[in-house]
């Protein structure tokens, strides 16, 4: 087991996707197999079709998360879950002072990020491509969506409206 490791670990560190005869997928799917039955317990499929998945800005922004670990022991993959209470990736925001969202809501109107739903033509695209809409007002108006990742810039883009 420690020599499969030791060669599977080779092709994740050099950034390759084959080294000899070991493809990157095949190391994915060896580390993720152990894992399948704990994610299939913690997020199980959802009951509805996924053209009819709603899930908000806050749910983007604030995913629910889970933290594995793979254990080796008497040469067995041994996964198990480590209760976090934070995220060990967080998602990159800017955050306004009360005086500036003050004065932002004087000209435009300000949502919560639990009533805005995320918008994508295909719902498998959530996974893969970038958020550029989302809707408002129950789903009943679409709007562009540009993330504020750049405090500097994104107070400039505002401050000249």
């Keep these: 087991m420690t020599e499969k490791y030791m060669a599977y670990l080779e092709v994740l560190e050099s950034g390759e996707e084959v080294i000899g005869d070991i493809h990157d ?59 976090a209470e934070t995220s060990p990736v967080r998602p990159s925001f800017v955050t306004f002072d009360d005086d500036f969202l003050d004065d932002l809501e004087t000209w435009t109107a300000l949502y919560d990020p639990a009533g805005i739903v995320l918008s994508f033509k295909d719902p498998e695209d959530a996974r893969f491509k970038p958020l550029n809409k989302v809707l408002i007002d129950d789903c009943r108006t679409e709007c562009f969506f540009k993330p504020c990742n750049f405090g500097v810039q994104i107070r400039r883009e505002l401050g000249t409206y």
């Excluded at 994610?39 to 499929?45: D, G, R, S, Y």
């Excluded at 793979?70 to 879950?81: E, M, N, S, T, V």
């Design 25 to 83: 997928t095949d190391v994915y799917e060896w580390a993720m197999a152990p894992f399948v039955s704990l994610l299939v317990e913690l997020a199980p499929p959802p009951e509805c079709g996924l053209k009819d998945i709603k899930i908000t800005l806050h749910e983007h922004q604030f995913p629910e998360f889970f933290v594995f670990e793979l254990d080796i022991i008497d040469k067995k993959l041994r996964p198990r879950r480590v209760v």
